[in-house]
């Protein structure tokens, strides 16, 4: 009986350092980025935290769940209590970190910072078991896997405690990576680790946004297509579906309602179709569309959060229905930012240095985006040997996932951190395209060794 050999060649010395600065350098330049981002917030209470995640996270440690009573949402005058607003992830990571070290806000952000990093490491760790032989290739991966931590718009991800990216981002990352890398030809005990990993993962995912729904049906829907182990897909596909059944329970515990989404689904579409979008948006650098919470409110009582939120879903619906030319305009200023804008929208204004490093970042996060649906959209078309299979699959994952990330925020509004979270998918792919030589030399490997 054939043995089945470890995946990629013989680790050298050389190897070990390379992956020791793979993952030594992400940890310095995302605390560096805490640093940075967060040093003038070091006396302010985590409780205290805008976007329902300081007023969550108390609850939570209270014994009130996922629990805010606010007028936050735009409702002035008209304080709502929101139970079904947020998904966990947020809050039960900072309401941890208060828990483990105290209201200290820069030692929680270091706490989420380098909690979140160990799936990108990981992720780092599934790329550099096939680092390839030739020097060139071998560089350039190495630089691919770092690249993002010297762009702002992925470091605001890394260390950002109130926006649902800065969880994602992380699960997003290392579910592609478990797909991309695919290691059927393991032995039934690796695949059963592998295969749980990933249904943590696309679970954290879901758990950290709502919105990423589709694209943890899309990458569970890849998982089947390459796994050939019965027993593997239905376990990794009832994991997966445990989680939107179990929190669509837990709304309806929490809230009176089952969703599989939040209370807030509702505003953030009408935010993005209204009549009042056009003339708003973009926001001008350094602010957002929350100010416009305000006027979509005005003069409107809501006596719970679901009241809000089928009001303003409602609402959307109607603008949508009776203004098509206004909504394709607003589509394609949203296409700009989400795949085209070399400048960050949503969040704080940089000046000076930082300016000129944010904008390097955002280029070269472009450059490595379209690389990759190009040579995506390549892969998948053109007319190759079966042995092309797995590289076209991972093509074709890669593009359903863009379309997965991105529709959300076509239906309501883009940001900058909407894209962002694309930014690890991206190298990932490109990796594994880099890495195609060695890869099938180490799957031909494992099935004659």
């Avoid at 630089?143 to 699960?171: C, K």
């Avoid at 804008?341 to 472009?366: L, P």
């Amino acid at each position: 009986m054939p043995q089945i050999a470890l995946p990629g060649p013989e680790p050298t010395a050389r190897d070990r350092r390379f992956l020791w600065l793979l993952w030594i350098i992400p940890v310095l330049m995302s605390l560096a980025a805490v640093w940075v981002l967060d040093h003038t917030k070091a006396d302010r209470s985590l409780f205290s935290m805008t976007n329902l995640v300081g007023p969550t996270a108390q609850s939570l440690l209270t014994g009130g769940g996922i629990t805010a009573c606010t007028e936050e949402m735009g409702t002035r005058g008209n304080p709502i209590c929101f139970h079904a607003a947020r998904m966990p992830t947020t809050a039960v990571i900072v309401a941890a970190g208060v828990r483990l070290l105290g209201d200290h806000y820069l030692w929680v952000a270091c706490f989420k910072t380098l909690l979140l990093l160990l799936p990108v490491e990981f992720a780092i760790y599934l790329v550099w078991c096939f680092l390839p032989r030739s020097k060139g290739r071998r560089i350039l991966v190495v630089l691919l896997l770092l690249a993002p931590f010297g762009m702002t718009a992925f470091l605001a991800d890394v260390s950002n405690l109130l926006v649902d990216e800065g969880s994602s981002y992380s699960f997003l990352a290392l579910a592609v990576a478990i797909i991309f890398v695919d290691r059927r030809e393991l032995d039934s005990r690796r695949g059963w680790g592998r295969s749980l990993l990933l249904a943590a993962a696309l679970i954290g995912l879901y758990l950290s946004k709502s919105g990423m729904l589709l694209a943890v049906i899309v990458l569970l829907a890849a998982f089947l297509v390459m796994e050939r182990q019965v027993r593997l897909r239905w376990a990794v596909g009832l994991l997966v579906a445990a989680a939107p059944i179990g929190w669509a329970m837990h709304q309806h515990h929490a809230s009176g309602r089952y969703s599989v989404g939040t209370s807030l689904d509702g505003i953030n579409l009408h935010k993005g179709n209204n009549a009042g979008f056009l003339r708003n948006y973009p926001p001008p650098h350094g602010d957002s569309l929350d100010w416009y919470d305000f006027e979509l409110n005005r003069g409107l009582y809501f006596r719970d959060e679901w009241s809000f939120n089928d009001y303003h879903r409602r609402a959307a619906m109607e603008y949508l229905v009776t203004h098509p030319r206004e909504t394709f305009e607003g589509d394609l200023r949203k296409v700009k930012i989400l795949f085209f804008s070399v400048e960050k929208y949503g969040s704080t204004a940089s000046h000076g240095a930082r300016k000129v490093i944010e904008d390097a970042g955002m280029v070269v996060f472009r450059l490595v985006f379209w690389t990759a649906i190009g040579t995506a959209l390549y892969l998948v078309f053109r007319r190759g040997s079966g042995s092309d299979r797995s590289l076209r699959l991972a093509a074709g994952t890669y593009l359903a996932l863009v379309v997965a990330c991105t529709l959300p925020y076509l239906a309501g509004f883009a940001y900058t951190r909407h894209v962002s979270v694309l930014i690890y998918p991206s190298v990932l792919f490109c990796c594994r395209v880099l890495c195609a030589p060695e890869w099938d030399y180490n799957k031909r490997d494992m099935l004659t060794g």
